[in-house]
């Protein structure tokens, strides 16, 4: 039988999957590595264990794959030498101590210029403002890259020999034309950044290379885009819904587009000549998780305690900036909030407004996208949270669209090995590999009688920024949106 295999390397660790033609699971093997926080704000981790974890993985899944597919956490950024050696820990996409260098790639490319170039704004955990931090605080290390790689990218290297990206996950760099599909020159200029120092980008199902034994590598995409094309979303119609430890909602765009305010990321696609649009949300399934932990009970207790409440919890709402947010507030220091307590108010409540509170922020992201232009029918819905069904019915109300799993839920992994596919020539195009490989198992309609509640908290729930950002910092602020 032919193996497709997808390899996705995550933040606490890589992923494999081995698939057949018909996109049944052969095999998986999970391989875990440390993250390193040596100061408040600062996220690394070394990419020897990245590729040391990756090897475990691959030998553990014991088959012969046809083509191999990468994704991986995106925007780290891995600096190396003239001889390919790592210079320092890699820094990660949560890694938050670059605000200054964003102040200053937006002050000297311009907002509109740069959202206009790259089609988003200047945000911490991209990569561009890594390399400006190093360049002032290291200034030792930076003096010596002669080469910069995204975190799978490496593994790439380490697994062909190769130098190479896909379009996809260089649009998260902020050195990246996404409308050409390109590396910007205008951007590397501006920020005095040599374009020798970057790979060649290719499409995502293009062969990279070949692993020593032959083995086709597809150039892969970022986790996000990996995963929507896991889930069928490879042109518009439907929405890839996240409910991870951070939430995403992301469309297919019928062309390229970006908010002129930077507030949702327009990428390119992990399909040819296709690109996207996605909203994020820090702390989704991430904002449950917090709440388990501190006030106890197991999940499936606080889930059920959640359900004996009505849709809106009595005025209950919840703000779910634990961790600061991105969509649509680009405000790393936003934090969280219950609003509208009562005595009546016990743990399910708490439960309950926390689920509808992170369906009130995709809601926020999904709002900006259909404003550019992507089409939503339906929401194929994944992550952990995906598996609980009175969240998956509250988001399909507040979103107001059926939402649908698929019958595999291995994720990025997923779509890589979908990816690794057409390098293998098994399929034609990713268009053909999801029509093989994808199928629903089931579909959450919205509940009508919750529809007009949240209507009406979803007006309150987009008050609760500003007025939490007043008391902050002592300055009113008009909602978003």
């Not at 950024?77 to 200053?104: F, G, H, I, K, Y």
């Not at 909030?337 to 005595?343: E, P």
């Not at 339906?378 to 799993?405: C, F, M, N, Q, T």
Request: contains cysteine; hydrophobic residues 45%.
């Amino acid at each position: 039988m032919t193996a497709l295999v997808g390899l996705d390397v995550g933040t606490t660790g890589v992923k494999t999957v081995a698939i057949s033609e018909a996109g049944e699971v052969l095999a998986c093997a999970a391989e875990e590595y440390p993250l390193s926080m040596p100061r408040p704000g600062w996220a690394e981790q070394d990419p020897e264990d990245w590729w040391r974890a990756s090897e475990r993985a691959l030998g553990r899944l014991g088959v012969e794959p046809a083509g191999i597919g990468l994704s991986g956490q995106m925007h780290g950024l891995v600096a190396l030498d003239s001889s390919d050696r790592v210079l320092r820990p890699a820094m990660l996409w949560n890694d938050q101590r670059t605000s200054a260098e964003c102040a200053e790639i937006e002050e000297r490319v311009g907002l509109q210029r740069l959202v206009a170039l790259t089609g988003n704004r200047a945000l911490t955990g991209f990569t561009a403002p890594k390399l400006l931090w190093l360049r002032r605080h290291e200034p030792d290390t930076y003096g010596r890259i002669a080469r910069m790689l995204l975190p799978k990218d490496y593994v790439r290297l380490r697994l062909t020999g190769e130098h190479a990206t896909d379009v996809a996950d260089a649009s998260g760099t902020l050195l990246f034309d996404v409308a050409a599909r390109r590396w910007s020159q205008d951007v590397l200029d501006a920020l005095e950044l040599p374009a020798a120092w970057l790979p060649p980008a290719l499409e995502s199902p293009a062969v990279s290379g070949h692993t020593a034994g032959g083995v086709p590598v597809a150039a892969g995409a970022g986790d996000q885009a990996a995963g929507a094309l896991g889930v069928g979303v490879h042109a518009p119609g439907r929405l890839s819904i996240v409910l991870g430890t951070s939430g995403v909602v992301f469309g297919a765009l019928p062309e390229f587009r970006a908010d002129a305010q930077g507030r949702v990321h327009a990428f390119c696609h992990a399909v040819p000549g296709g690109w996207h649009a996605m909203g994020v949300m820090l702390s989704a399934a991430g904002s449950l998780r917090w709440l388990h932990d501190a006030i106890g009970g197991t999940y499936e207790e606080l889930l059920a305690e959640a359900a004996r409440w009505p849709a809106g919890v009595e005025g209950l709402l919840f703000a779910p900036y634990l961790a600061g947010e991105r969509t649509p507030h680009a405000d790393p220091d936003a934090r969280a909030a219950f609003a509208g307590l009562s005595l009546r108010h016990d743990r399910g409540a708490l439960a309950r407004a926390v689920l509808e509170g992170v369906a009130f922020g995709l809601r926020d992201s999904f709002d900006l996208l259909v404003e550019l232009g992507v089409a939503a029918e339906a929401g194929r819905v994944s992550g952990g949270g995906a598996r609980s069904d009175l969240w998956l019915k509250i988001a399909a109300s507040v979103l107001g669209l059926p939402v649908e799993r698929t019958a595999v839920e291995e994720g990025a992994a997923f779509g890589a090995a979908l990816l690794g596919g057409v390098a293998a020539g098994v399929f034609a195009s990713p268009a053909e590999a999801v029509a093989a490989c994808v199928r629903v198992r089931e579909t959450i309609d919205p509940d009508p009688s919750w529809q007009d509640q949240y209507a009406t908290d979803v007006d309150r729930f987009r008050r609760l920024y500003p007025t939490l950002r007043e008391i902050r910092i002592g300055q009113a602020l008009e909602p978003a949106v």
